[in-house]
Nanobody
Framework: QAQLVESGGGSVQPGGSLRLSCTSS????????AAWYRQAPGKERELVAG???????RYADSVKGRFTISRDIAKNTVYLQMNSLKSEDTAVYYC????????WGQGTQVTVTS
């Protein structure tokens, strides 16, 4: 069974930065569309950022200019660099890779609080 493993979440003050990582031992991430979603308490899961095999990227309006999605082909890893974090960015962040089937990571908590 394909697995996505996320890391990098944590607690940070407003204005701070975090970098999330998502890697897989069974899916070649560069060949598929990868994305980061997030779900805050009481809210629906929402798309944060996505990257295609051709490296086209898209972002939710709320994170444009602050977050950057990228890939490291050698490490088979997709990243989400999050800068200028705000309290409203607090959520569980999920990695998603569409490889015929939609695979999800286990989620990593990001908390932005003073």
């Amino acid at each position: 069974q394909a697995q996505l493993v996320e890391s990098g979440g944590g607690s940070v003050q407003p204005g701070g930065s975090l970098r999330l990582s998502c890697t897989s031992s069974t899916i070649i991430i560069q060949r598929n569309t990868a994305a980061w979603y997030r779900q805050a308490p009481g809210k629906e899961r929402e798309l944060v950022a996505g990257i295609t095999p051709g490296t086209d990227t898209r972002y939710a309006d709320s994170v444009k200019g602050r977050f950057t999605i990228s890939r490291d082909i050698a490490k088979n890893t997709v990243y989400l660099q999050m800068n200028s974090l705000k309290s409203e960015d607090t959520a569980v962040y999920y990695c998603n890779v569409k490889a015929g089937y939609s695979y999800w990571g286990q989620g990593t908590q990001v908390t932005v609080t003073s």
